[in-house]
């Protein structure tokens, strides 16, 4: 037990250094790809430095028409400006948007192979059930320490699994079918039971756990996959 406790902690330690890692290049790329874009912008100024240029270099625009135009270039320069620094503000908020974006995507996708490695891990080994406590008067099931509430015919199958696991039984549909209602197997229906099997399974609500716990196995039938030390019914 130790041994397995070590090596979960040593995975979990290895996974956050790969997710602090991914958003560290990511950062750093983003970052590297922003000052690149930021240094290669025309300055803002340009513009206006080269109006500036030609009043200082034609003296003889000195006519009204002449004097106009150079205004009307003066004027363009600044808007010129105006709208590069506006954009200037418009990309450093998209790669901000950029970066949350892809640190999100990491994180996700992390939390998704971790989640899928981890019901791989549940679905090898099934549920560990450590009580499983059946209540007909409550119409309840408590499985651990969760509580699932059931029809009154969902607990007459779990009830008809659990007493067959006391015995190492496994049921066919025929025989679940045959123990509730109280005629011979061999008059009832294989399809009856198996209803009541995937009825009982959609009442558990949580389907990797009824899956889990109600076994099907193959040509023989159904049986409920906790230890018989486990079973209580109250």
């Known amino acids: 037990m130790q041994e397995s406790t070590s090596s979960a902690t040593d995975v979990l330690k290895a996974g956050n250094r790969v997710v602090a890692g991914g958003i560290a290049a990511i950062v750093v790329i983003l ?27 034609n003296n003889d625009l000195n006519t009204g028409a002449e004097i106009k135009l150079l205004e009307i270039l003066a004027q363009s320069g600044t808007s010129f400006s105006e709208v590069l620094t ?7 908020v998209l790669l901000v948007f950029a970066t949350a974006l892809m640190v999100a995507a990491l994180v996700f996708l992390v939390t998704i192979i971790a989640l899928n490695r981890r019901i791989s891990a549940i679905q090898r ?5 450590s009580t499983l406590v059946i209540s007909r008067e409550a119409r309840a099931v ?15 199958t779990l009830s008809v699994l659990a007493e067959a696991r006391m015995d190492d039984d496994v049921l066919t549909g025929a025989q679940i079918e045959g123990v509730i209602s109280g ?3 061999a008059d009832c229906d294989e399809a009856a039971g198996a209803t009541r099997v995937k009825r009982l399974r959609d009442a558990l609500g949580n ?6 716990l109600v076994k099907t196995i193959a040509r023989r039938g159904y049986m409920l996959a906790v230890g018989k030390d486990t079973i209580k019914m109250i």
């Open 86 to 92: 506006s954009y200037r503000s418009v990309i450093f």
């Open 125 to 129: 080994s099934g549920i560990q059930v």
């Open 31 to 57: 970052l590297g790809a922003a000052v690149f874009l930021f240094l290669n912008l025309p300055d803002a100024n340009a513009y206006n430095a080269r109006v500036e240029r030609l009043f200082v270099e």
């Open 207 to 212: 389907q990797m756990v009824s899956e889990l």
């Open 142 to 156: 408590y499985i651990n320490d969760m509580e699932f509430s059931l029809t009154e015919a969902a607990i007459e």
């Open 183 to 185: 005629r011979n197997a």
